[in-house]
Each structure stands twice: as C-alpha cells, then as structure tokens.
T-cell receptor, first 113, second 110 residues
Framework: DVKVTQSSRYLVKRTGEKVFLECVQD?????MFWYRQDPGLGLRLIYF???????EKGDIPEGYSVSREKKERFSLILESASTNQTSMYLC????????????FGPGTRLTVT | DAKTTQPPSMDCAEGRAANLPCNHS???????VYWYRQIHSQGPQYIIH???NNETNEMASLIITEDRKSSTLILPHATLRDTAVYYC???????????FGSGTRLSIRP
C-alpha cells in the first residue's frame, strides 16, 4: 500500500512563527504536492514538485515555500504564519506525471492564533 | 479539467450496492474520469479512474457510458465505513492539480 505520512495531525502556532510541515511517502513517487482545504473553497494547490530539488508554484503560493532535498520528503514552510493560513494542509504524491492518481496523507490541521 | 455534476447527497442501505452518478458532458477525448472520496477528517482517497472502458478494482467499479458524457461509481456492498463525500473529476493525463467539486455526500444506513 502507498503510504503518505505527515508530521502532525494537529498544530497550533502563533502569528509570525516559522512553521514546517513535513510529508514523507514510501513508494518512490516522483511527484509530490501540497494543498490546503478550506470549507467552501475546496482543495487548492500551493506547490508541487516533480523531482528532487524541483518545485513549481500552484494556485496560491504566496506566503509559502517548499523544499525537496530527498525524493521521499516534501516540506511546506510558512515563513511567517498568519491567521489566514489556518487551514487543513494535505500532502499528496503520484508515481509520475502521466499517472494521475494522487495518494494523500491524513492532513495537518493548522491553527494560527 | 472537465466540469462535472453530481447529486449533493445520497443514501444507501448497508450491504446493498451504492451507485453514484456523475455527469461530465464536456469531457474531452483525452480526459480521464477519476473518482476520489474523503472520509470526515481524513485526506482524500483515490478510488478508481477510466477513459472509455469500464474498470473494476478491489474498491469499486466504474461504468462509463459509450458517449462518455456520464459515469457511475459502484460500491458493490456498501458498509458504514463507506460513508464519505465522493468526488468525480475529469482531467487530462498531464494535469498536475486536482480540482474537487462539491461531490456527493454518501450516507450508509445500518
């Protein structure tokens, strides 16, 4: 079974803090994704990566950065957390760009106070 | 991605087949039909996808009409654990992001 794990299920941070969300997949997938999910807005793509050290902006990259130093790990960084970044963050991976099934982690519910 | 239309909610008796419809009349020839589901407080889960032919895996069956304007996801023996929001998505093979619509909230009755 494909397994995508995220470092925390729940996280509470203060405004202005630097926040790291970690995602690890164990299936040697090439592509990894970070989304956020908010009520009424659905799933929105923040960043994705199709190879180690490669990254592409999604629809809402502002206020976020990412790091992919190893194939299995994709990190989302909030440089200076703000209350409007309170959300459910979902990481996903897929085998390669032509295989479109994406496998999601359990999600991290981040609250910024 | 193709626009898809799904009923907002459905219910099904436990042990019966759950048939979830999806209309995708604007789907183009190279766009696949994907189904995901999201159980409350969990990440979305990939179920199945297809292009033209019907598909079956250990989770479900996907029936696509010959004109590809609609499809049906079939859960052959629904259980309480199948209670979730089910999303039908039409997308090309090289698309990166997934765009989830409103989906169908499936409730399973004991």
């Amino acid at each position: 079974d494909v397994k995508v794990t995220q470092s925390s299920r729940y996280l509470v941070k203060r405004t202005g803090e630097k926040v790291f969300l970690e995602c690890v997949q164990d299936m040697d997938h090439e592509n990894m994704f970070w989304y956020r999910q908010d009520p009424g807005l659905g799933l929105r793509l923040i960043y994705f990566s199709y190879d180690v050290k490669m990254k592409e902006k999604g629809d809402i990259p502002e206020g976020y950065s990412v790091s992919r130093e190893k194939k299995e790990r994709f990190s989302l960084i909030l440089e200076s957390a703000s209350t409007n970044q309170t959300s459910m963050y979902l990481c996903a991976s897929s085998p390669h760009m032509e295989a479109n099934e994406q496998y999601f982690g359990p999600g991290t519910r981040l609250t910024v106070t | 991605d193709a626009k898809t239309t799904q009923p907002p909610s459905m219910d099904c008796a436990e042990g019966r087949a759950a048939n979830l419809p999806c209309n995708h009349s604007t789907i183009s020839g190279n766009e696949y039909v994907y189904w995901y589901r999201q159980i409350h407080s969990q990440g979305p889960q990939y179920i199945i996808h297809g292009l033209k032919n019907n598909e079956t895996n250990e989770m479900a069956s996907l029936i696509i009409t010959e004109d590809r304007k609609s499809s049906t996801l079939i859960l052959p023996h629904a259980t309480l654990r199948d209670t979730a929001v089910y999303y039908c998505i039409g997308r090309g093979s090289s698309a990166s992001k997934i765009i989830f619509g409103s989906g169908t909230r499936l409730s399973i009755r004991p």
